[in-house]
C-alpha cells in the first residue's frame, strides 16, 4: 500500500509541473537560479541531507549515484528531480525527503542542483 501510495505521488508531482520539462524557465525552480541565497540555501540542504550521507559533489567511490553529471537514472526534468526528493525512490536508500523538506527548499535544491551541473 505504502509502494502504491509513494507512485501516485510521483505521478502527481510530475503531471502538476509537467510544462515544467527539463530546466526550463517554467519550472518553480527558474526563479532560484539567478538568486545566491536561494542556490547557498539549496547548497546547504545537498550538503546537509544529501553528500553528508550519500551523494557527493566531486565523483568518488561512493555507491550512489553522482547528480552533476546529467545522467538522472530517475527522471531528468525538475519536476521528476523535484518528485524523486520529495518522494524517494522505492527499493533504494533514497529517502523521501517530503516531510522533512519544505516544497520550496525541495525547488532551491533542484535549482542548486542544475547550477552545478557539468552537461556535454
Known amino acids: 500500500m505504502i509502494e502504491v501510495l509513494r507512485r501516485a505521488a510521483v505521478v502527481a508531482t510530475t503531471a502538476a509541473c509537467v510544462a515544467c520539462g527539463g530546466a526550463g524557465a517554467d519550472s518553480p525552480a527558474a526563479q ?4 545566491s541565497e536561494a542556490l547557498a540555501r539549496g547548497e546547504s540542504l545537498f550538503k546537509g541531507a544529501c553528500g553528508a550521507y550519500c551523494h557527493a559533489l566531486k565523483p568518488d567511490n561512493r555507491d550512489a549515484l553522482y547528480l552533476f553529471d546529467c545522467q538522472w537514472k530517475n527522471g531528468a526534468s525538475d519536476a521528476e528531480i523535484f518528485a ?14 517530503g516531510s522533512a ?4 527548499d525541495r525547488w532551491k535544491l533542484v535549482a542548486f542542483l542544475r547550477s552545478r551541473a557539468n552537461c556535454p
Open 32 to 35: 532560484y537560479r539567478d538568486d
Open 101 to 104: 523538506i519544505s516544497e520550496e
Open 84 to 97: 524523486v526528493i520529495g518522494n524517494g525512490v522505492p527499493g533504494t536508500r533514497m529517502p523521501p525527503f
